[in-house]
């Protein structure tokens, strides 16, 4: 795979939100060779490389305001809350205002470049979904999947600074399934030591590799892009292709069951996938990545069996 | 003693002469449903079903989940139907031109046999064979294992962007203007077109594609509708919910055996704006006067429903 040079920065430093979840470890990896990175999240960095700043505050406090002002002239915004067993309005007011606050320091430092992390989550799995959604469908995700609301609003939300900050590169990427070691619900659900599928639906799947979407952020960060872009994967294959590809053992579960099943077990906190989340084996909820293909210049490296098998890989990266 | 010497020779009876008998007797019953399937696949659909498949391998596979290994497992049913049970007559299917095409038929027959029988056609006796790509309700996408079925038999959600996906990929799509109204008429309005949906000739334009209107005939008769009943179909959630009397007969779930003919159109060609919601309208009405056209030729040539 070829390294992705990220262009324009002029020697500035890219600030990562976030930076210590699994996919910010790795975009950080991907950049420190290339310009310096300062990391910002609650969480502590272990295993930091010695030349990554690390600031371990809160996106919305005051401290986290100088960092901002660090020589910073991008900012990569993955630090999305999403645990599905927290407090959601807890969640809910840390995620909506951690954005409000990201664009004010952004504002006020004169950064030019951002790039918020969202998901093609936020068309949501529908009957009625066209096969391939571009960059213009609604956002109805948050419908049936209240839980997913924190996201389809942080997507919004940073879709309104396109005009409130016209001078700002802002940069929304919606990526498909991610896959590998990242602790997201699609890898989480590949990972299952038995996967259960819902009796009788096979709807197509896409996904892709956490480091294809590392090289997606970093195209982002040219000063020419802008805009909101889907970013997928290899071509799409039924769901039963891509267990069998993993060689996963399966149960087909009729839908009604495994509805009230997933509920009460996720009341009892047994798993931590929400029920509507069942939707995204059932309904098709793909993305037409033209878009980042033709402007970003972006394709995938990966192709469906070195994605897939991603999620069995050591976690030895942390 | 004499009871071993018994189980001797029955053991010695049942290898060496009965076994063989029941060898014999299935290896018939087996040669005899390869001669049937033989007959109903015809000799060359292993070559049909290359073609197909070598399709979809070059294209790297289809986006929307047809896998023709799912065609191999469905056709014999589906010859079935279309040879020994409908005995379907073909006219003119060599009229279908090569690349994107639509084709506009008359729907009916309370459940979409004519969409199945029609794919038949292009399948068994189209040079080279097709797959069609039926628009189907989104509400089938809903359906346990229906939805999986459709999906891998290369039907799709019938949403205009599938539709302009599809024709972009050179793909033959097969539109029902009518829609649901067409396809759950009651009897007596069997062969009367009903209103069509201008969606496929916005498409038609934008897409350059030319359109071909196929007539369906003995689709109308298969199940004898008294009506629709509305409290129904609110009451299960269906869209529609036909009085089919034949239903509660034992065998009456099975359509009746009527005599399919499709006849195919000449290919029409269009131009204009697909905005211009009068030209539009203009044009869908020329189509659907193709449509009726067919329909009345082929119902006056018709002697019988049943054969």
């Known amino acids: 795979m070829a390294p992705v040079s990220v262009r324009g920065l002029d020697g500035g430093a890219v600030l990562v939100t976030g930076i210590c979840g699994r996919l910010g470890k790795r975009l950080a990896r991907a950049l420190h060779r290339q310009c310096r990175v300062i990391g910002l999240d609650r969480r502590p960095f272990h295993d930091r490389p010695a030349d990554i700043e690390h600031h371990q505050v809160d996106l919305r406090s005051v401290r986290a305001r100088e960092v901002f002002g660090d020589g910073v002239s991008a900012v990569v915004h993955l630090g999305v809350d999403h645990d599905p067993h927290a407090d959601s309005a807890e969640h809910h007011t840390s995620n909506v205002t951690g954005v409000q606050k990201l664009f004010e320091h952004v504002e006020h430092f004169g950064i030019k470049k951002v790039v918020m992390l969202s998901s093609a989550n936020v068309y949501g799995p529908r009957p009625d979904n066209p096969q391939f959604l571009n960059e213009d469908a609604p956002l109805l995700g948050a419908g049936p999947f209240s839980q997913i609301r924190d996201l389809v609003e942080l997507d919004m939300g940073s879709q309104a600074y396109f005009w409130r900050l016209p001078e700002v590169a802002t940069v929304i990427l919606r990526p498909a399934h991610i896959l590998g070691t990242v602790r997201n619900a699609p890898s989480n659900y590949l990972r299952l030591a038995v996967v259960p599928t819902l009796l009788g639906f096979d709807p197509m799947i896409q996904a892709v590799h956490q480091d294809d979407v590392v090289r997606a952020i970093m195209l982002a960060l040219a000063p020419s892009a802008r805009g909101v872009y889907n970013v997928a994967g290899p071509a799409p294959v039924p769901l039963s292709r891509v267990l069998e590809l993993l060689e996963r053992a399966t149960v087909a579960v009729p839908h009604t069951v495994a509805r009230l099943g997933v509920e009460r077990l996720f009341r009892l906190r047994v798993t931590s996938f929400p029920a509507p989340e069942l939707d995204f084996i059932r309904y098709v909820c793909m993305i037409d990545d033209a878009r980042a293909r033709r402007d970003l210049g972006y394709a995938p490296a990966h192709g469906l069996v070195s994605t897939l098998c991603a999620v069995d890989e050591e976690r030895w990266l942390g | ?307």
């Open chain 2, 1 to 307: 003693m004499a009871q071993k010497t018994a189980l001797a020779r029955f053991t010695e009876v049942a290898y060496g002469r009965g076994l063989p008998m029941l060898r014999r007797v299935l290896d018939g019953a087996q040669r005899a449903a390869d001669e049937v399937s033989e007959r109903l696949l015809g000799p060359d659909f292993e070559q049909r079903f290359r073609v197909l498949a070598d399709r979809y391998e070059r294209l790297g596979g289809d986006p929307f989940g047809f896998n023709p290994e799912a065609v191999r497992s469905a056709a014999l049913a589906s010859a079935f139907f279309h040879r020994a049970y409908f005995r379907t007559d073909v006219y003119d299917v060599d009229r279908v031109p090569e690349g994107r095409v639509m084709l506009v038929a008359n729907h009916s027959g309370q459940i979409p046999i004519d969409a199945a029988i029609i794919g038949c056609a292009l399948f068994f006796d189209a040079n080279p064979p097709r797959i069609t790509r039926a628009m189907v309700d989104k509400w089938t996408a809903t359906l346990p294992f229906v939805s999986k079925f459709f999906s891998r038999m290369g039907q799709v959600v019938g949403l205009p962007e599938n539709a302009r996906r599809l024709l972009n990929m050179e793909e033959l799509l097969l539109v029902f203007p009518e829609g649901m109204r067409g396809v759950s008429k009651p009897f007596e309005e069997r062969y009367q077109l009903q209103e069509f949906g201008r969606g496929f000739m916005r498409l038609a334009l934008e897409t350059k594609t030319p359109i071909v209107p196929v007539g369906v005939i003995g689709a109308e008769e298969q199940y004898l509708s008294l009506g629709r009943a509305s409290w129904a179909a609110r009451a299960f959630g269906l869209p529609v919910f036909p009085l089919i009397p034949q239903m509660l007969l034992p065998g009456g779930q099975l359509p009746l055996p009527t005599k399919y003919r499709l006849f195919f159109g000449e290919p029409l060609y269009f131009e204009g704006d697909p905005d211009d919601a009068n030209g539009v309208a203009d044009k869908v009405y020329l189509v659907r006067e193709a449509v009726a056209h067919i329909l009345r030729r082929g119902l006056a040539q018709r002697r019988s429903i049943f054969l």
